[in-house]
């Protein structure tokens, strides 16, 4: 199994629906982030956690919140989904002793229609 | 504000030639600087961070340079090999919390056989 796991893979969703994504981890680290990756932009950070009770905006977080569950669950919702954030998503993850060796999922591509 | 961007968007290296993948930033401020590989397919995987006390650090066939004077980071590649085909990115950590990073847009490694 997948260190990070990120359901679903894919998914087409018309404009205005409520849709999350969800992000589990097996790797026991504390912080977890979601980020969006647009062709020729890079990843954009959305949100991020450094632990149950913590959540942080990141860059580009209007229009989207977030949920950490437990330690090892983060989900990301889009309210009301609009054609502008059809994107390739991940959520990664990092423990505190290697702050900047995050562990990507391998993404869900989201379509708005 | 802060930005991170790569020299060239696509580089072709023969197979078995070393690579010389470029990124230039600009927070004087950052202290932590980090490559990632991208496959088709996949989420981003870390390769190799620098500090900014540093101005060079190894790895398996792999050496990242930090130029501090001029903003300038690079990953060079020994050898490269089929599977070293993949999307590049530079990132650097921002703001004084950790665990923070903002990535480039990416240069697109081919090997030509």
């Known amino acids: 199994d997948a260190d990070v796991t990120q359901t679903p893979r894919n998914r087409i969703t018309k404009t205005g629906k409520r849709i999350m994504l969800e992000c589990s981890q097996t790797?026991?680290?504390?912080?977890m982030y979601w980020y969006r990756q647009d062709p020729g932009l890079g990843l954009r950070l959305i949100y991020y956690?450094?632990?149950?009770?913590?959540?942080n905006k990141g860059e580009i977080s209007d229009g989207y919140s977030v949920s950490r569950q437990a330690q090892a669950k983060f989900s990301l919702s889009l309210e009301s989904a609009i054609p502008n954030q059809t994107a390739l998503y991940f959520c990664?993850?990092?423990?505190?002793?290697?702050?900047?060796?995050?562990?990507f999922g391998s993404g869900t591509r989201l379509t708005v229609v | 504000g802060e930005s991170v961007g790569l020299h060239l968007p696509t580089l072709s290296v023969q197979e078995g030639d070393n690579s010389i993948i470029n990124c230039a930033y600009s927070?004087?401020?950052?202290?932590?600087f980090i490559w990632y590989k991208q496959e088709s397919g996949k989420g981003p995987q870390f390769i190799i961070d620098i500090r900014s006390n540093m101005d060079k650090r190894q790895g398996q066939r792999v050496t990242v340079l930090l130029n501090k004077t001029v903003k300038h980071l690079s990953l060079q590649i020994a050898a490269t090999q089929p599977g070293d085909s993949a999307v590049y990115f530079c990132a650097e950590n921002i703001g004084s919390s950790a665990s923070k990073i903002i990535f480039g847009s990416g240069t697109r490694l081919s090997i030509r056989p």
């Open positions: 790797k026991g680290h504390d912080r």
């Open positions: 927070n004087s401020a950052s202290d932590y």
């Open positions: 990664a993850t990092s423990a505190a002793g290697q702050p900047y060796g995050y562990t």
């Open positions: 956690s450094f632990d149950v009770k913590d959540i």
